[in-house]
């Protein structure tokens, strides 16, 4: 059976979609929200070092979202604690690259809570499906002139005809 003939566009179901939050401190965000037709719905936080924000299944809640909500980049505080004041958190949030847990020095460097890669914004997002799944792509870049040149790729993907979702990382 062709079920297409049953709906007019796919995104009623299935896909993923772009918006842009306006307004407080998330203004300028860009966001994919994802959903496999299945019940499983997902938000990318592209700004947020392509993180899942927010992650439901049959309409119900499978992360934590900070008091703190959306918080762009530009609010980034990292001085000892700041972090904590534009941590989203969601149900995935990446630390590092150079420093996880509590703000130390590390010889003579200074290195914030959590390191700062959580509040990178993806160098490019991308996304595609087919009848199989809708993947997602992104490039971040945590670099410094003479100093650390890190990349970080995660992918995840979503597979349409199942309730699960995958996701990789690599740098």
Known sequence: MNQSAYYGHESQLFGV?????QGGKGDGMRLLQVRNGKGLEFTVSADRCA???RLHFRGENCGFFSANGYVAPAYYDDKEA???????AGFLTTCGLLAVGA???DEGVRLPLHGAVGNIPAERVSWDMDDEKIWIKARMRHAQIFAEKL???PHDHLLEDEQR???HRRN
């Open 103 to 105: 703000p130390c020095t």
């Open 17 to 21: 979609e772009e918006v842009r939050l």
């Open 151 to 153: 990349i970080l790729t």
């Open 165 to 167: 979702a995958h996701h």
């Open 51 to 53: 993180d899942i924000s």
């Open 82 to 88: 700041g972090w904590l004041k534009n941590f989203t």
